[in-house]
């Protein structure tokens, strides 16, 4: 999982925000006919009659002041979405990161961060050149008598001012750019709100969707997995085994759509004591199938036991249906629950041990009786 | 009997319960909206006439009656539902195999409160400003 590419894009991307965040904000301010200092007076204010920990609130106040100040007007509704425009980019990459996790198509992650960064220094330029043009319209309203620097009232004005009955009729408008009619105002205000709504609801159906996405993406991704099980297992090879017997079960399991391994080495170490000439393993949706080609008849007869009777304590308290049945050379064993289905066959050398939920049971049945077992199937 | 199953049961149906209140609030809104009234409107009629029961009288006023009885039923009737998941428990201190069930009801309930909010987040503005001409 490409952890640092993420880390470094979204470091990068959450430190551009913040820059962009501060440089633009200057320019909401002008359109609300503020001054910086003025917006940071308002909120110092705030911190001293409230609770210090109630920053959003602080923020959320500050806002809706503004909004009041400026007089609902569309300039200032404009500066802020480009000040919004800018935040983007960040929240953009949270959710591509969890899609391209989802997905597993790590190689996108650089190009996804750089695709952000484009993006965050358009929407930064935009910003810039609607601020440059507030910038000129209000030139001459902080030089006029008509821009009122906040000046903090005492406490008893405060409280009249700060909680109007109606917030529509009764606005402290100070600000440079023409305030709209109240219906307008309100229009603004709530396509505001409910753009915020709309964003939220579309991460979360970004979020429901994912887990389909993974799922149509995982089933080809699981190939490279399967490959990179040999790294763990150094003796395990994704190839054709060397006996002929190995050889023949290596091509059969490859036709029903298994990805066989050859791994002697992890079975010989499953198995000390007992020397394999070759065995091959599966090991997919829980079925767990191994072919051993044994050198020694006898040992090849106590392994079988053994394997026999570790099948049967895993499944001894839920009364089995065993199956026994012995032909030209071989053994075999099966027990049938209503939970899994196990089976040990011993043909000489060779021993097909096999555990496999209860959904594969009749393919397993009749795989049993294509190699020549199970003749009652 | 085993009281476990029944008391977890009933501590998750209640938190439910509050739950479904919150996720669900803005469907009895829809009710009242589809009468035309907002929440200023309706607190200004209750205040005027104290103890007044409200349904019977948005569905005298509602133009659009069959709506804000469904909105208003509907909004009952999911909060509801963790309640009927506290009755149910019940039977868990006499069946605990019943679990099961008040698993799946559980279940059941989580989404489908999660779903109803985020649809409310997407349908409460429009409708309400479709149905009462105003933006809150």
């Known amino acids: 999982m490409p952890g640092e590419p993420v880390l470094i894009s979204l470091f990068v991307l959450f430190a551009l925000s913040i820059l962009s965040d501060k440089l633009l904000s200057r320019y909401l301010y002008m359109s609300a006919g503020l001054k910086p200092v003025d917006a940071q007076m308002y909120l110092w204010t705030r911190t001293e009659d409230n609770h210090m920990h109630r920053n959003r609130d602080r923020h959320d106040q500050l806002w809706a002041w503004m909004e009041r100040r400026s007089g609902y007007a569309k300039e200032f509704y404009t500066m802020s979405r480009y000040c919004s425009l800018t935040n983007l980019p960040i929240k953009l990459y949270f959710v591509g990161v969890m899609v391209i996790f989802a997905t597993r198509l790590y190689q996108y992650t650089w190009a996804l961060g750089a695709a952000m960064l484009v993006l965050w220094a358009i929407f930064t330029l935009l910003g810039f050149r609607y601020g440059k043009y507030i910038q000129a319209e209000t030139a001459d309203f902080f030089d006029s008598s008509r821009y009122k620097?906040?000046?903090?009232?005492?406490?008893?004005?405060?409280?009249?001012?700060?909680?109007?009955?109606?917030?529509?009729?009764?606005i402290p408008y100070a600000g440079p750019f023409e305030a709209a009619e109240p219906e307008v105002a309100q229009r603004r205000r709530f396509r505001r709100g409910y753009t915020q709504k709309l964003f939220v609801v579309a991460v979360v159906l970004v979020f429901l969707v994912?887990?389909?996405?993974?799922s149509k993406f995982l089933p080809s991704s699981s190939t490279p997995e399967t490959t990179t099980q040999p790294s763990e297992f150094p003796s395990a090879q994704p190839t054709s085994a060397g006996t002929p017997e190995a050889q023949a079960m290596y091509d059969r399991l490859d036709q029903e759509g298994f990805h066989p391994l050859n791994a002697v080495g992890q079975l010989s170490d499953t198995y000390p004591g007992i020397i394999l000439s070759d065995g091959i393993l599966v090991e997919e949706e829980g079925l767990h199938l191994e072919y051993l080609v044994l050198t020694q008849e006898s040992q090849a007869k106590d392994l079988a036991q053994g394997l026999q009777h570790q099948l049967y304590e895993l499944v001894a308290a839920r009364d089995p249906d065993i199956t026994e049945e012995s032909g030209e050379g071989y053994t075999l064993y099966t027990q049938e629950t209503e939970g899994d289905y196990g089976v040990v066959v011993r043909d000489g050398t060779n021993i097909l041990y096999v555990y496999c939920p209860?959904?594969?049971?009749?393919?397993m049945k009749w795989f049993l009786n294509d190699l020549g077992y199970l003749s009652d199937y | 009997m085993d009281i476990t199953l029944f008391v977890i049961n009933t501590v998750i149906c209640a938190i439910f319960w509050l739950l479904s209140r919150l996720c669900c609030v803005w469907i009895g809104r829809l009710s009242e909206a589809s009468a035309g009234q907002t929440l200023r409107d309706v607190e200004a009629h209750l205040s005027q006439a104290p103890g007044e029961k409200l349904f019977p009288w948005l569905m005298d006023i509602s133009p659009r009656p069959r709506l804000t009885a469904l909105f208003h039923y509907l909004f009952r009737g999911?909060?509801?539902l963790p309640l009927l998941g506290m009755v149910f428990g019940v039977t868990l201190?006499?069946?605990p195999a019943w679990e099961v069930y008040a698993r799946y009801l559980i279940n059941?309930?989580?989404?489908?409160?999660?779903?109803?909010?985020?649809?409310?987040?997407?349908?409460?503005?429009?409708?309400?400003?479709?149905?009462?001409?105003k933006y809150r």
């Open chain 1, 149 to 170: 620097p906040y000046r903090p009232k005492r406490e008893s004005e405060e409280e009249e001012a700060d909680t109007p009955e109606e917030p529509y009729e009764e």
């Open chain 1, 210 to 214: 994912l887990p389909m996405l993974s």
């Open chain 1, 358 to 363: 209860q959904y594969d049971t009749t393919w």
């Open chain 2, 78 to 80: 999911l909060t509801s």
């Open chain 2, 93 to 95: 201190l006499f069946v």
């Open chain 2, 108 to 133: 059941t309930m989580f989404v489908l409160y999660m779903a109803l909010f985020v649809l409310g987040l997407a349908l409460f503005d429009p409708l309400h400003y479709r149905w009462t001409g």
